[in-house]
């Protein structure tokens, strides 16, 4: 799919600069918070989720961090 999720974590993306910042900070745990899960248009569905989180847990490896040890949450920010 396309969607914001795309922008965020491409190239120059603020999902990816946000991920290598914190891990150069030395931030040592974290929690990533998937949004808009409440959506509906596209409705919710649960293979994007996944879809997302395996993006993410291969980029935050590629950082240094281990994808096992970071939570994954499903969101609805307002």
Request: net charge neutral; proline share 5%; aromatic share 10%.
């Amino acid at each position: 799919g396309v969607g914001e999720f795309e922008a965020g974590i491409s190239k120059n993306g603020q999902t990816r600069e946000h991920a290598l910042l914190a891990y150069t900070l030395g931030v040592k745990q974290m929690i990533i918070g998937i949004n808009k899960m409440d959506t509906t248009e596209p409705p919710y569905s649960e293979a994007r989720y996944k879809e997302i989180c395996t993006e993410v847990s291969a980029y935050i490896k590629k950082v240094g961090y281990d994808p096992k040890t970071v939570a994954f949450v499903p969101i609805s920010g307002w």
